[in-house]
Nanobody
Framework: QLQLEDTGGALVQPGGSLRLTCRVD????????MAWFRQTPGKEREFVAG???????TAYADSVKGRFTISRDDATTLYLQMTSVRPEDTAVYFC???????????????????WGQGTQVTVSL
C-alpha cells in the first residue's frame, strides 16, 4: 500500500513560479512511473507531466512544455517546478504513482493506481 501527499499549491501571479511536492510513504519498491495530473471544475482530470522509475523517460502535456519540469528522487519525493504560469494553469493538481512496469513506456496513458489528495494552484493577479 502507498500513501501520497501532495503539497505546495498556492495563489501565484501570472508569470510567476511555484514548486509542487509529492511525498510517498509505503511499499516504495513497488513504484514505477510517477506523474502529475490536474483538474478544474466540470472537466476531466488531465495529464500534466510524467517520469519513469529510472528517470530516463519524461513526458509533458503540450500546454506545459518548456514551462514545467517534473523530477523525482529515487523513491520518496516527486516534484513539479512550474514557471511562467498562466491563468489557465489554475487547477487542483494531483500526484500519482503506478505499480505497473508497462506505464514506464506509456507515461501519458498508463495506469496510475495511487493518488494524492490534491493541492490547489490558482494563477491570478
Amino acid at each position: 500500500q502507498l500513501q501520497l501527499e501532495d503539497t505546495g499549491g498556492a495563489l501565484v501571479q501570472p508569470g510567476g513560479s511555484l514548486r509542487l511536492t509529492c511525498r510517498v510513504d509505503g511499499w516504495l519498491t513497488s513504484i514505477y512511473a510517477m506523474a502529475w495530473f490536474r483538474q478544474t471544475p466540470g472537466k476531466e482530470r488531465e495529464f500534466v507531466a510524467g517520469v519513469g522509475k529510472r528517470k530516463v523517460y519524461t513526458a509533458y502535456a503540450d500546454s506545459v512544455k518548456g514551462r514545467f519540469t517534473i523530477s523525482r528522487d529515487d523513491a520518496t519525493t516527486l516534484y513539479l517546478q512550474m514557471t511562467s504560469v498562466r491563468p489557465e494553469d489554475t487547477a487542483v493538481y494531483f500526484c500519482a504513482a503506478s505499480t505497473s512496469p508497462r506505464t514506464e513506456m506509456n507515461l501519458v496513458g498508463g495506469a496510475y493506481d495511487f493518488w494524492g489528495q490534491g493541492t490547489q494552484v490558482t494563477v491570478s493577479l
